[in-house]
């Protein structure tokens, strides 16, 4: 009965954005229906602005960022490299997020994963080699590299690769989050927390 | 600093995905991201079938269905009349839903919402006319509108109005869901079972 509840092109859209992270089968389903109900104000803009991203949406052949042009405005931008400071993460999302919180004049290389023996993922699956060539331009490569276990092992491994190059490897701190409540937090962030602490 | 997060038509991509009922700032930066990632698998044919539905989705002007066509798929066909049931619903989403249920050969009617005085919703901006055009040639509603007080409001106005027509009105019954737990029933439905109940 599926065909019935709004033709091939609506059951079309449903599956595709049901796909999204974050949406299913249900959530596609009133999305779709909020779209339609926003023709105008949402669904015509919203197909407008996709066509425009898959035009105009590029990967920066040197940092991984995604952008509209390449190399990124990040990469492009020559005060960038001032602070001789560059911050290597897993994904875009964490570069986002870090340009977010506003951390200034650093440049970016995104891994684009973690390694993953049983994922199978190898050095040669992320942009390892391009990071150690990038690497020696810079004063100070910071690893922004998620705290698991796999992002551990690839930081160790990044560490390694770039022990001939001179270069000052450190990582972000652990600590406390902001605002956070000790009560929530695990006991290995308690614990580096209370090692790095700091003077009042 | 939003800008270097990957320029205007990024930035807009995301604010308009943000808008679908379940997503948010930080999940419609991930939805972009996946489709980003999947370009070609995700984001070109979401494109394309959010074009198509832009210019195929339509209204039934009979009975507020969302279809291809108008009259919609299941007004067009002649056998859903048999059973004389018209059943009327809020929403286009609870359509869908008796229809995936397979409740069989209905015809239905959406009303597009409640009466609610405090939102300014009133008779004329729902499809209360049109229902008591059409009753008519029923043999009998179904009013399938939410136990909600505006829903119960709603019912009651929508069987005054019918009640010269001669048509009968039932409601779909009260009771527990099938898999449902008692633990977790409101004392309502839980009443409602009671009284409804059935020989076994």
Redesign the interface.
């Known amino acids: 009965?599926?065909?019935?509840?709004?033709?091939?092109?609506?059951e079309?859209?449903i599956q595709?954005?049901s796909?999204?992270?974050?949406?299913g089968p249900r959530?596609g389903?009133?999305?779709?229906?909020?779209?339609?109900k926003k023709?105008e104000q949402?669904?015509?803009?919203?197909?407008a602005?996709?066509?425009?991203?898959?035009d105009?949406?590029k990967v920066c052949q040197t940092c991984g960022?995604?952008?509209?042009?390449s190399p990124c405005?990040?990469c492009a931008d020559p005060r960038r490299a001032e602070t001789g400071l560059l911050i290597v993460v897993e994904?875009?999302?964490d570069?986002?997020a870090l340009?977010?919180a506003?951390i200034g004049m650093v440049r970016y290389h995104v891994l684009g994963g973690v390694l993953s023996p049983l994922d199978g993922v190898g050095p040669d699956d992320l942009s390892i080699d391009q990071l150690i060539r990038r690497a020696p331009d810079y004063s100070e490569v910071v690893l922004g590299i998620n705290a698991t276990v796999e992002g551990q092992t690839t930081a160790h491994y990044i560490t390694d690769r770039l022990a001939d190059t001179g270069v000052a490897i450190t990582r972000l701190a652990h600590g406390v989050p902001v605002g956070g409540e000790l009560d929530y937090l695990d006991e290995g962030t308690l614990s580096q927390a209370l090692k790095a602490r700091t003077r009042f």
Do not use: C, F, Y
């Open positions: 009965m599926a065909s019935t509840s709004g033709g091939p092109e609506i079309q859209l595709l954005l796909r999204l992270p974050g949406l959530s389903r009133r999305a779709v229906l909020h779209l339609i023709k949402l669904m015509i803009p919203l197909a602005a996709l066509d425009r991203a898959v105009a949406v960022n995604i952008d509209t042009i405005t990040i994904d875009v999302a570069l986002w340009e977010r506003g």
